[in-house]
Structure formats: C-alpha cells, structure tokens
C-alpha cells in the first residue's frame, strides 16, 4: 500500500467516526475533493468494521451525515456565494432558462452523481448557482447519499471481512467509479449541448 493510503488507513483508524465524517463533508464541499480523500475513507471506515474495529452503521450513519452536510454547504455557497462572481452576475438572466431546460435530464443523473469523483465535487455548487429547487434537490440527495454511503462502506466491510486486504477494497471502489464516470460524461456532455443550443 502507499504512503498515502497508509496514512489515510491510520487516520481512520486512530480517529474513527470523526475521521468518516469530516472525510465525506470535506471532500464533498466544492472543491475539496481535489486534495481530501473523503471515499478512500470511507472504504477504509467500512474496511475496519469488516475486520471488527469499528461498527458498520456508525460507519454507514457518519458518512452519510457527512456527505449531505458536503452537499448542502456546496448547494448553498453556490446559491448565494458564487452567484456575486461578476462573471456569473451578468449571465443571471439567462440562468432561470438554463435551469429548466436541463432539469430532466440533471434529475435523472442526482440518484447517481456522488459516485464519479468529479460530479459530486462540482455539482451541488451549479445547481445551486441555477437556484434549483431546494426541496427536490434535498429528496434527490438525500436518495443518492444513501445509494453511494452504503456502496463504498459496504464495499470496504464485505472486503474487510473476506479478504482482509485494504488494497483490494480500494482497487474494487476505483472500477466503481470509472463506470459511473461514463454517467457522468454523458450527462455533462448533454448540459452543455442544451445550453449551445439555447443561446444560439
């Protein structure tokens, strides 16, 4: 194992729930993502409920506590933080059309967008920035923090459990992530597709 996921393993091990919920609000608070290794903890958390030193739904529950906390300050600096960027300021007319006019699409893709890296580091800021509906958003969240909370954590128990290989956990998250990826591009590519044409 490297360095670095030794001293993400350590981390989880010496600070246990704590570590899984700040590891989750952080990495998903925009940006953040970029430089915090919130899943690697999370895998981790769940790798050590599989070996017995922590408990899998004080894993489960922390993380996900943890991710929704990332999301909603994410949605909220994006909604009322990111909107002032000049840039942004003078394209807010334009920003109520750009919302409906991706909203299908982008309600489809919420269930599924904690699990590519990218998407769940970037996203919640957007539609906060395109004022998306807060009540649907949070009912869309909340169904896809549970989804990707009980995958990776369940992911790092069941190696945990069998294997016990922290290294194996990590490569069978990584392929997750990669297929999701492919949900996320295509998701990206049609938003930006509808945006073109709306300001044709």
Do not use: C
């Not at 899984?20 to 895998?43: A, C, D, K, Q, R």
């Not at 030193?53 to 600096?77: H, K, M, Q, R, T």
């Not at 996203?123 to 009980?150: C, E, H, N, Q, V």
């Not at 190696?159 to 956990?169: M, N, P, S, V, Y």
Request: charged letters at 15%; aromatic letters at 22%.
């Amino acid at each position: 194992m490297s360095e670095y996921l030794e001293w993400v393993g350590s981390f989880v091990e010496n600070w246990g729930y704590l570590a899984i919920f700040l590891g989750m609000m952080l990495e998903n608070s925009v940006g953040l993502g970029l430089i915090f290794p919130g899943l690697f903890i999370l895998i981790s958390g769940g790798f050590y409920a599989g070996i017995g030193e922590l408990n899998i739904f004080f894993v489960f529950f922390w993380a996900y506590l943890g991710v929704l906390s990332g999301d909603n300050i994410s949605y909220f600096i994006g909604r009322y933080g990111f909107i002032k960027v000049p840039f942004l300021k003078k394209i807010s007319p334009h920003l109520d059309k750009i919302e409906k006019s991706i909203r299908k699409d982008t309600e489809r893709f919420l269930i599924f967008f904690h699990f590519p890296v990218y998407s769940r580091m970037v996203l919640p800021a957007f539609l906060g920035i395109l004022s998306f509906r807060f009540r649907k958003w949070l009912i869309l969240d909340m169904i896809g923090a549970f989804l990707f909370t009980s995958t990776f954590s369940l992911t790092g128990y069941i190696i945990g459990k069998t294997t016990q290989l922290l290294d194996t956990a990590i490569s069978v998250s990584t392929y997750i992530q990669w297929v999701f990826f492919l949900l996320f591009v295509w998701w990206f590519v049609s938003v930006v597709y509808t945006i073109i044409k709306l300001f044709r």
